[in-house]
């Protein structure tokens, strides 16, 4: 079994910047596919980021593109969310998923896509 654990997040202004990390608890004997999503109150969890298995591929959700970045480290066990100039309305829960098989492109946007979630970290963007 693995375990996720997120960290990093808090408050921040909007136009700031807040980087979220995801780490596993044990090494995948390959890889790991990541995936953020984030799930604000009252409404459904959304997809925001992947990362594929090979990490040669990265997915946003269009209205994310170009503020936020994920990426992995080299170890291959830690997950970012980089996000640049947050606005209020991505305040959330956000949560780390990943899976140690690659993922189908159909799914790379589901929740069923990853095995493995973390508990989620909080994010507030204040105005």
């Known amino acids: 079994q693995v375990q996720l654990v997120e960290s990093g997040g808090g408050l921040v202004q909007a136009g700031g910047s807040l980087r979220l990390s995801c780490t596993a608890s044990?090494?995948?004997?390959?890889?790991?596919?990541w995936a953020w999503f984030r799930q604000a109150p009252g409404q459904e969890r959304e997809f925001v980021s992947a990362?594929?298995?090979?990490?040669?591929?990265?997915y946003y959700a269009d209205s994310l593109k170009g503020r936020f970045t994920i990426s992995r480290d080299a170890g291959k066990i830690t997950a970012y969310l980089q996000m640049n100039s947050p606005k209020p309305e991505d305040t959330a829960v956000y949560y780390c998923?990943?899976?140690?098989?690659?993922?189908?492109?159909?799914?790379?946007?589901?929740?069923?896509?990853?095995?493995?979630w973390g508990q989620g970290t909080q994010v507030t963007v204040s105005s």
């Open positions: 998923g990943a899976g140690t098989r690659p993922v189908p492109p159909d799914m790379v946007r589901s929740r069923n896509g990853y095995a493995y």
């Open positions: 044990r090494r995948s004997m390959t890889n790991y596919a």
């Open positions: 990362i594929s298995w090979g990490g040669g591929s990265t």
